[in-house]
């Protein structure tokens, strides 16, 4: 990357910082008490510019993050929670994420602009390892960071692009490794983590991790792009219009379980891929979980032992199961608004 690049890419990687800073301003404190500090103690790690093992000065954290929500409330105070324009071509519009990356592919950086759960968007700037081509989705790989906020979810998909966040997969499985070393030796996570760890050590053992399971985030949105091209537009029209959080956890959930049983678990079972099936089983909680329970039958819990005839029956029997459920809530959603798909999701996850 030449000097002048350098310094012009510079000023763009702190307009992104600044629009993030306000996102996170607006949306960050929306979360739950427990996700939003464990949160704020990862995005503290990349803003100190911690490597996954370094610990952090005892008692750095909170008053970090007390600076840090002053910060927030100043810019909403001030007036200045604005997302600024992008310094390329005089100016580009922070949304415009195709001619952000045509501008920028030359220098190897990757742009993300998007909206996540809940309407809540996300921006984030970083170093492209890899791009290529794969069932008629670039597939690229970001690696190192340059801007980012609070939330930094590793893999998205919009249009015909998936992003996998390299460095954002890495802290989460930090994360993760750290709760899973009191959990019990047959627990899913631990089961990967191990399989990963022939050194004993531990950052090696998440950077194998997160290398490894690169391809398992593909596939995951590769078969959310399938599940998209089934739906129709429709989908996602419906899921802005939702209107609460409840339905939209429900409505993801039963796309991510129709992406996964179309794609994600029948290319795992192919390849016996062991220690991803287990990673898949330790991320198949919340209410994916509470709609999908027969999946769960095909882990023994007590030893961890996967029955992959047994899977790959539960998963042949989702594939129509949550595609029909999908169908469903979009005929309800067009005759009846978001009323009738509240009430189908409350019917399909009660609790």
Not at 240 to 269: F, H, I, M, N, Q
Not at 287 to 304: F, N, Y
Not at 321 to 343: I, K, N, P
């Amino acid at each position: 990357m030449s000097a002048t690049s350098v310094g012009q890419y510079s000023e763009l990687a702190a307009a992104v910082q600044h629009n993030c800073d306000v996102i996170d301003a607006r949306h960050a404190r929306d979360s739950g008490l427990c996700t939003y500090l464990l949160g704020m103690r990862e995005y503290f790690r990349w803003v100190s510019g911690l490597g996954l093992g370094a610990a952090a000065e005892p008692g750095a954290v909170g008053p970090w993050i007390a600076r840090r929500e002053q910060q927030w409330e100043a810019l909403l105070e001030s007036g200045a929670d604005r997302l600024m324009a992008l310094p390329l071509q005089g100016g580009l519009d922070a949304y415009d994420e195709e001619t952000v990356n045509q501008q920028v592919a030359e220098n190897r950086l990757v742009y993300g602009a998007g909206i996540g759960r809940f309407g809540t968007p996300l921006f984030f700037l970083a170093r492209r390892e890899s791009q290529t081509l794969r069932d008629g989705a670039q597939v690229v790989v970001a690696g190192d960071e340059l801007a980012r906020g609070f939330a930094a979810p590793p893999a998205v998909s919009r249009g015909s692009m998936i992003v996998v966040r390299l460095d954002a997969l890495r802290r989460w499985l930090w994360t993760r490794a750290e709760a899973a070393a009191q959990r019990e030796p047959t627990d899913a996570f631990r089961l990967t983590l191990n399989a990963y760890n022939e050194s004993g050590r531990l950052e090696e053992a998440i950077e194998g991790m997160a290398r490894g399971e690169l391809e398992s985030l593909i596939l995951h949105e590769l078969g959310e792009l399938r599940a998209g091209q089934l739906l129709g537009p429709d989908w996602e029209r419906m899921l802005e219009e939702l209107g609460d959080r409840r339905s939209e956890l429900v409505v993801r959930a039963v796309r991510d379980l129709l992406a996964d049983c179309l794609v994600t678990l029948p290319a795992l079972l192919e390849r016996r891929a062991t220690a991803s099936l287990h990673f898949w089983f330790s991320n198949f909680d919340g209410v994916r979980r509470a709609l999908a329970p027969q999946l769960l039958d095909a882990r023994a819990a007590s030893t961890g032992v996967i029955d992959s005839d047994l899977l790959h029956d539960a998963v042949a029997d989702g594939k129509e199961q949550w595609h029909s459920v999908a169908t469903e809530l979009l005929a309800r959603w067009r005759v009846g608004g978001r009323d009738a798909v509240a009430a189908r999701t409350c019917a399909l996850c009660p609790a």
